[in-house]
């Protein structure tokens, strides 16, 4: 699945305008970029020639390639990463948004934990102290033996998370059925389906005009560090599936429709940090996300903080599998 990796405060804005004093009609922040339509461009085309990264995998972890750049590097080991059959991957961070310099800031956590027997992702974030942002509890599954269907539980109640901060979050959905969605109505929902790696596509198309990307640095230890940075319509682009995610996790009520495109989020930038090992696995990915989302005529800024921390052992694999 998809980092399926974050959510958006629409609530957030009442808060502003309870603790400013501002008529929450007046309240306008612009976006620094315009709306982009991503249906222009089918994800395949998005993430160019696959035969083409598949050689550039084979070429690294051969030793006939050497030397990276940032996209080259972040492609073999998305690549390495489809092939792994069991892993955990740990995303935690912040969501900030606000307006005339009041910031409100909402915890997020979310573990997918890939086996061969498909994937399972949970997503929790509590309600923030000001009790006007969505909570949301949820539990995705996808059998590798079932690939028709997914089974989700959803709910916005805060009870259902356990635990004040990311450091302590565990889910209780056990009052709770899963519901049985078709795969097609997956794809309708989220522009994806839930074995999607990553969050965001990193590509030669995505990172071009205005982009740019730093060079990459071998350490001592044999890890590869280094930086992207995506801006404006190539941010929409790499955000192909996951402004689908951020606008449907926002919503309480839960959606029972899929967002259209002028509902979605309007981005600015997208900085990916991250750490690949010597054997071209993602140790670690930082994100920071700008981007802005509207309500009505309400329009706010958001920036997320967060980090993938991923994980191979068995240890750590087995006590993941023990929390589902």
């Known amino acids: 699945m998809k980092s399926i990796k974050s959510f958006v405060v629409f609530g957030v804005i009442f808060a502003v305008a309870i603790i400013s004093g501002v008529a929450i009609g007046s309240i306008y922040v ?9 249906s222009a461009m089918t994800e395949a085309e998005l993430r160019g020639d696959q035969e083409e990264i598949a050689k550039l995998y084979e070429d690294a972890i051969s030793g006939r390639k050497t030397s990276f750049d940032a996209v080259e590097l972040f492609q073999i080991a998305e690549y390495k990463l489809k092939q792994t059959p069991r892993y955990v991957k740990v995303l935690s961070g912040k969501v900030t948004s606000g307006a005339f ?3 409100v800031t909402q915890d997020m956590l979310t573990n997918k934990i890939v086996t061969e027997d498909g994937v399972t992702y949970l997503k929790m974030s509590r309600t923030g102290a000001e009790g006007l942002a969505p909570s949301m509890a949820v539990k995705v599954q996808y059998f590798n033996d079932d690939k028709d269907n997914v089974y989700i539980i959803e709910t916005r109640d805060k009870d259902d998370i356990l635990g004040d901060n990311f450091d302590n979050y565990r889910l209780n959905l056990d009052d709770h059925e899963p519901t049985k969605w078709s795969l097609e109505d997956y794809k309708k929902f989220f522009n994806t389906t839930p074995d999607t790696p990553l969050t965001f596509i990193v590509s030669n198309i995505t990172c071009q005009q205005g982009n740019y990307t730093k060079d990459v640095k071998k350490n001592a230890d044999g890890n590869y560090e280094f930086e992207i940075e995506i801006t ?22 839960i959606p029972t429709t899929p967002p259209t495109i002028g509902q979605l989020p309007s981005w600015t930038s997208i900085k990916i940090k991250a750490v690949v090992d010597s054997d071209f696995n993602f140790v670690r990915i930082d994100y920071t996300e700008n981007y802005s989302v509207k309500k009505g005529i309400i329009t706010a800024p958001v920036t997320d903080n967060f980090s993938d921390v991923f994980y191979y052992d068995e240890e750590t694999i087995s006590k993941y599998i023990e929390s589902i």
């Open 101 to 103: 310099g009041i910031n």
């Open 232 to 253: 404006d319509a190539y941010a929409a682009y790499a955000a192909y599936y996951y402004s689908y995610e951020i606008r449907h996790y926002s919503e309480d009520p």
């Open 30 to 38: 612009s976006s620094l970029s315009p709306e982009i339509n991503t």
